[in-house]
């Protein structure tokens, strides 16, 4: 009993000491510890967790993926109905509401909060007794859906709050997904030929609404609490900002530009400030959003409908504007998809002029009816690269054409096909000088081997020189120094610095090696598995399809693409030559003991449905688990099939040893690979 008390207490210690490092790292952005020393913790929790599972709540930190997918969203009915908000959309606008507003508070003194109008997605998070019960969507104001499995993913919601907080609260706030993560995920789905995400609204709010938590889990979404919904049996503060104060030291995160103003004429100053500055911030934001500060105050002044008179969302002004779409070109990709963008008369943007803007796919293209010659309303939002909105339908002449994808590649005139299933057309030759290039500026691109120097102009020019074919000659061009320098715009001073780049390439972790490679559908994460997984590019391109399917995130898709890339002659030159150049493709792998499921020994008794026995058990040996065919003392889990025959069972049940079902063993294998 004494052993079982310290366990327990270890396993509330550890609880604290992650939540509290969370808490550093996703809400203060201010860590404390490595991640690796983060990992140990939580290593360690899991271990305690799974050895005594009687001890597991389902607010622990290891808890926040993992929770099974659905098949539709429950309804969750808002206590009190959650309020959209009025807009400005000029000064005189603001001023009408500021007018509006004093009247029926006039004589009484107030301030105002002005925050970030951030373009994500509204929620409400409940508490109950210090725990995250449910999260739900906005919904129609009334009623939403219950997305709780996903926010619990979210590491900037805390699972639990401090035992003085409310018996029971609900806060709200405003789920996005930052400028720098939108990215990534556009490029990631790039890579897979996935359509891509018109905007980081559109993402987080995709990413927020799958029915799979695992897959929301894996988007850097966050949050900022912007309001306090209700709160019993606790006083809470008189002023919004105070409620703010409160609510951050429950560990909640709180937007740090928010400010605190004591005139409109301020306000106005803010807004203005932001107007300029909008597009430094890592978030996108649409506007500020304006709160009268005293909460006896917006009581008295209530809501007309959904929309609170004291509050107003005082809009940025739009960065679209209209021009005309001359045509559409098509550039080539380094996995031969063939990319359409729009080719626009000049226009001015919000200061900014654009001549060209992604169209992202053909179904994208006929989805919104956009054809060559139409007038099209064009939008710049961030650091995203200009995007055609969509057509003006009313000044259409009838004389626009509606496009084709073509049926050749427009670079090198071989067939272009479009896989089933797939949003892109590819060109098949990848001999393709375009998609040679492109993949050479892949290769050497800053997530790639980082090659500082050789860039887009750089690559052009030393294909069309002949010095180099593929990435293998680079690591040949020390000894063409000469031909180097006499190349146009090539200072001797510039020469060095490449070649020294590129002798510095060689030491890059074997992740960015084959993420470099340019394999179909291999994103940077994938390459990071791949790599822990095998620790050599040998044992990568001689893996069969059966072993590469049995790590659990790969799927036929990645498999066959990663097969069929290390079976062409080409591709194996390149890569012995990378290798004779000195490059490594060799990393120390994690050691046995690490593993997450070391130490950890599993017998399967039965019939498995969801996959064959050898595949489950090549996973468990992958993740550092042992499995035998009889059940012993030393049997950590005992996982029972279908119509489980023999006496394994009964000999488990002697012993004491813990049963789990397939789907638990799933679940388990998926959250720790
Ligand atoms: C957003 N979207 O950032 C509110 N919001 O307050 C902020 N939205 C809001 N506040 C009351 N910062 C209703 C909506």
Not at 228 to 247: I, S
Not at 451 to 468: H, T
Request: positive net charge.
């Amino acid at each position: 009993m004494a052993k079982l008390n310290q366990v327990k207490q270890r396993i509330e210690k550890l609880r604290a000491e992650i939540n509290h490092h969370n808490y550093r790292y996703y809400v203060l952005d201010s860590p404390e510890i490595s991640d690796a020393e983060y990992d140990e913790l939580m290593r360690e929790l899991q271990k305690l967790e799974e050895e005594h599972p009687r001890f597991l709540t389902p607010d622990s930190p290891t808890q926040r993926v993992g929770a099974a997918p659905v098949e539709a969203f429950g309804v969750v009915e808002h206590p009190q109905p959650l309020l959209s908000l009025g807009n400005a959309f000029s000064q005189e606008e603001l001023a009408a509401w500021y007018k509006r507003t004093s009247k029926p508070i006039a004589g009484e003194k107030f301030d105002f909060t002005c925050e970030h109008k951030i373009d994500g997605l509204a929620v409400a998070l409940t508490y109950v007794d210090g725990r995250f019960t449910t999260g739900a969507t906005r919904g129609d104001g009334l009623r939403g859906e219950d997305i709780t499995q996903n926010l619990r993913t979210i590491r900037s919601i805390p699972l639990s709050v401090p035992r003085d907080a409310p018996a029971r609260f609900e806060v709200r706030g405003e789920v996005f997904l930052p400028k720098a993560g939108f990215e990534k995920l556009n490029r990631e789905r790039a890579e897979e030929g996935l359509p891509l995400f018109a905007n980081p609204r559109n993402a987080a709010a995709g990413s927020v609404r799958q029915l799979d938590p695992r897959i929301t889990a894996k988007r850097p979404l966050d949050i900022y609490i912007y309001m306090l919904g209700y709160a019993e049996g606790k006083a809470t503060p008189p002023t919004h900002w105070e409620t703010m104060e409160y609510l951050k030291s429950l560990g909640f995160k709180i937007n740090p530009n928010n400010e605190l103003l004591a005139s409109i004429d301020r306000v106005e100053k803010f807004y203005h400030t932001w107007v300029e500055r909008r597009e430094s911030l890592p978030y996108e934001a649409d506007g500020i959003v304006v709160k009268v500060n005293q909460l006896d105050l917006q009581e008295r002044l209530g809501s007309i409908g959904h929309e609170p008179r004291w509050a107003i969302a005082y809009k940025f002004p739009a960065i679209q504007g209209t021009t005309r779409l001359i045509d559409i070109g098509i550039s080539v990709g380094r996995t031969g998809t063939l990319n359409p963008y729009a080719i626009l008369e000049p226009v001015s943007v919000g200061g900014v002029t654009i001549k060209q803007a992604a169209l992202h796919n053909e179904d994208d293209i006929r989805r919104k009816d956009i054809r060559i010659g139409d007038t099209v309303v064009v939008q710049r939002a961030g650091e995203v690269i200009p995007q055609v909105v969509g057509p003006v339908v009313s000044k259409r002449s009838g004389r626009e054409k509606v496009f084709k994808m073509p049926k050749r590649c427009p670079v090198c005139g071989a067939e272009a096909i479009k896989p089933e299933g797939e949003a892109m057309s590819r060109c098949t030759n990848a001999a393709c000088p375009a998609q040679v290039q492109e993949r050479l500026e892949h290769f050497v691109s800053r997530v790639g081997m980082d090659i500082r120097g050789i860039g887009e102009s750089q690559s052009a020019m030393l294909l069309r020189e002949g010095l180099v074919k593929n990435a293998a000659d680079l690591y040949d061009l020390k000894d063409k120094r000469e031909q180097l320098v006499n190349l146009e715009r090539m200072a001797e001073k510039s020469v060095s610095n490449i070649l020294n780049a590129i002798e510095n390439s060689k030491r890059r972790p074997l992740s960015r090696v084959i993420f470099a490679l340019g394999i179909l559908h291999i994103g940077e994460e994938m390459a990071e598995i791949l790599a822990s997984h095998f620790g050599s590019m040998n044992r990568l391109a001689n893996a069969s399809r059966e072993k590469l399917l049995s790590i659990p995130t790969v799927g036929p898709k990645i498999a066959d693409s990663i097969v069929a890339f290390f079976r062409q002659e080409e591709n194996q030159k390149i890569i012995q030559r990378l290798k004779d150049a000195g490059v490594k493709l060799e990393e120390k792998k994690a050691k046995p003991e690490e593993l997450p499921l070391a130490g950890l020994e599993f017998v399967i008794t039965g019939r498995l449905e969801a996959s064959s026995r050898q595949e489950a058990e090549a996973k468990i040996k992958g993740l550092g688990g042992t499995t035998k065919d009889n059940v012993t003392r030393k049997t950590t889990y005992l996982v029972v099939g279908a119509d489980p025959g023999g006496t394994k069972l009964s000999h488990a049940q002697e012993l004491g040893i813990k049963q789990i079902k397939e789907e638990k063993l799933r679940r388990l294998l998926e959250r720790k690979a």
